[in-house]
């Protein structure tokens, strides 16, 4: 069905809004797939906190103008979901990645982070990178290390003098 002078101005505001507040972007070839498994893709997104949408390129490429994702313009060619995401830099990578060990026909041509163009080979390190809470926590550890040594130390001063005492009473004990 044909879209309106309208509708694709609603488009391409609604994705131009979304891109502005995305943290990254992955933009996959979905040829070959079938319904079923795009409206699996669609769930998995949804739940990953990834906004996922088909987009015409043209409208595609007027949504993406003047935000982070410019750099991807050039590469809108061909039938192409584009995925961003809302939550962590990582979380469109994921479910991308994720889904395509399953389905070997959903192919990434393009993944943008930080209004940097990277290659699609790079979409795993951007995958692997922790969430908002795994960083948190991460720091939280690195940042507690040295109070947590600091405290066995403190606790190994009276602990070697109470094994000391031990012996010499064992060593009195036997004699």
Do not use: W
């Not at 079938?34 to 949504?63: D, F, H, P, Q, S």
């Not at 979901?81 to 990578?93: I, K, M, N, R, T």
């Amino acid at each position: 069905m044909a879209l309106g002078l309208e509708d694709k101005k609603a488009v391409v505001a609604e994705v131009s809004a979304v891109a502005a507040d995305a943290h990254s972007a992955v933009a996959a070839e979905y040829r070959g797939l079938t319904v079923g498994e795009m409206t699996e893709l669609r769930a998995a997104a949804r739940n990953g906190g990834v906004y996922l949408r088909v987009v015409k390129n043209t409208l595609a490429r007027r949504a993406v103008n003047g935000t982070d994702f410019e750099c991807m313009q050039d590469g809108m060619t061909g039938p192409l979901l584009l995925a961003f995401s809302q939550e962590d830099p990582g979380a469109a990578a994921r479910v991308i990645k994720d889904f395509a060990k399953d389905h070997d026909k959903l192919v990434v041509k393009m993944v943008s982070i930080g209004g940097q163009m990277l290659p699609a080979s790079e979409l795993a390190r951007l995958a692997s990178m922790p969430t908002r809470d795994q960083a948190i926590s991460m720091l939280m550890a690195v940042m507690r290390a040295p109070f947590d040594k600091f405290a066995r130390t403190l606790n190994e001063v009276p602990g070697k003098m109470v094994r000391t005492v031990a012996a010499v009473r064992d060593a009195k004990d036997a004699a």
